[in-house]
């Protein structure tokens, strides 16, 4: 049995899984879960609404349940070993495929480099950047309103104070994070970044070292990859098209609007 990844890839976390195998040609059957039809909105989008993965199959939500004990995605089957959490399984097949050294390197201090910017994101990048999508899209579908503006202002100061630090502490004048090659660290980056952009906050056409820095790293996954991957977020307004049960709006729009508070 081979190697299965259990993805969506409106998830950011997944989104990097997804391009560092496909980067890496790192052999795997992808596993499509749906979260807004499985977990959250309860109905697929519309055909031709630029919401389906690329070409994954049938949803596979039940089958990740029973991966992850933690029940969301990402998710790997690799044989009877099972594995969650983004950073791990990046992680896993960097080592059991012997990826480049570049993307997690062998050297003891580059390789604390990558290791102290992961831990720096999810309290900084990521505690704001997955933000914007809720206040613009998610929430107003939810609660049938839009949120006050000044909570999206509120969002995006946050984010640019994370940005700015990015930039001082983290990218300096280099290429990338760690120096003049890619790794895990500005992958698990960029994908965070391109939440914003898909909802139409671009958050890099003021930013010129941080818009070099990610042209850089769509050349060096491939820029084919690097926006079929994204397709579904840069589509993501589309969601606005969906249905969602009075009953589950009942439910989760109260849930919604505290994770904002």
Known sequence: ??????????????????????????????????????????????????????????????????????????????????????????????????TPDHWYPSDIQKRARVDEYLSWHHANIRANAPKTMWIKVLIPLFTGQPLPSEKLQEVMEGLSTSLKQFEERFLQDKAFIIGSEISLADLVAIVELMQPVGVGCDIFEDRPRLREWRRRVEDAVGKELFFQAHEMILNIKELSNIQIDPQLKEQLAPVLMKMLK
Do not use: W
Request: glycine letters at 10%; hydrophobic letters at 35%; aromatic letters at 10%.
């Open 1 to 98: 049995m081979g190697l299965e990844l259990y993805l969506d890839l409106l998830s950011q976390p997944c989104r990097s899984i997804y391009i560092f195998a496909r980067s890496n040609n790192i052999p795997f059957e992808f596993k499509h879960v749906e979260l807004f039809k499985d977990s959250v909105l309860g109905k697929k989008p519309a055909a031709g609404s630029g919401g389906e993965q690329p070409r994954a199959g049938p949803s596979n939500s039940e089958g990740a349940g029973k991966v992850s004990l933690l029940k969301k995605v990402p998710a790997l089957k690799d044989g009877d070993f099972t594995l969650a959490e983004c950073t791990a399984i990046l992680l896993y097949l960097s080592r059991k495929y012997n």
